[in-house]
T-cell receptor
Framework: QKEVEQNSGPLSVPEGAIASLNCTYSDRVSQSFFWYRQYSGKSPELIMSIYSNGDKEDGRFTAQLNKASQYVSLLIRDSQPSDSATYLC????????????FGSGTRLSIRP | GAGVSQSPSNKVTEKGKDVELRCDPISGHTALYWYRQSLGQGLEFLIYFQGNSAPDKSGLPSDRFSAERTGGSVSTLTIQRTQQEDSAVYLCASSLSSGEEDQPQHFGDGTRLSIL
């Protein structure tokens, strides 16, 4: 089992709809969770970080964390063509010395 | 600049040559990571430096790969006797790991390595 798992996609969503990206992780004591967006040919850029159970909203983005289910998700409301990219989930373990582990990413395509 | 700086941005070399890739992390960041990304693929972890601790080298694909971090700041990734399968984008990231909520990684723009 991979440490951080994501559906590779592609996930196709119509413009204006909600895109839902999911991620599961295996290390139960993980404490820090991040979502990155990577456009083709570019480096990953941080979108959201979340550390506590529940929802965290930032503009059109909402991160959801459920530590009991070892599940973290990213919702993108009012999807725009510019949201088309690969979304990477990253998880860090209990201590500040723990390595951040990335999932393989989900490719999202927003169709006009 | 305030971001992670990598050099060179592009490197083309012949098979069998050695290459050195450089990463300047964000000032004060204690953690530094190297990744490799082939076209259309995910991030492949290579090596992780955290403060003065021994680096986590578990991702290095062969003994041709090595990395060092001098003075807790600049890092150099060295690939000896390059092979064509080494062609990829090599990404460096740094983070400030302190406190209860660890800080996310900030990525450089990468070095695109092409082995002829």
């Amino acid at each position: 089992q991979k440490e951080v798992e994501q559906n590779s996609g592609p996930l196709s969503v119509p413009e204006g709809a909600i895109a839902s990206l999911n991620c599961t992780y295996s290390d139960r004591v993980s404490q820090s969770f991040f979502w990155y967006r990577q456009y083709s040919g570019k480096s990953p850029e941080l979108i959201m970080s979340i550390y506590s159970n529940g929802d965290k909203e930032d503009g059109r983005f909402t991160a959801q964390l459920n530590k009991a289910s070892q599940y973290v998700s990213l919702l993108i409301r009012d999807s725009q063509p510019s949201d088309s990219a690969t979304y990477l989930c990253a998880v860090q373990g209990y201590s500040s010395a723990s390595k951040i582990i990335f999932g393989s990413g989900t490719r999202l395509s927003i169709r006009p | 600049g305030a971001g992670v700086s990598q050099s060179p941005s592009n490197k083309v070399t012949e098979k069998g040559k050695d290459v050195e890739l450089r990463c300047d992390p964000i000032s004060g960041h204690t953690a530094l990571y190297w990744y490799r990304q082939s076209l259309g693929q995910g991030l492949e972890f290579l090596i992780y430096f955290q403060g003065n601790s021994a680096p986590d080298k578990s991702g290095l694909p062969s003994d041709r790969f090595s990395a060092e971090r001098t003075g807790g700041s600049v890092s150099t990734l060295t690939i000896q006797r390059t092979q064509q399968e080494d062609s990829a984008v090599y990404l460096c990231a740094s983070s400030l790991s302190s406190g209860e909520e660890d800080q996310p990684q900030h990525f450089g723009d990468g070095t695109r390595l092409s082995i002829l």
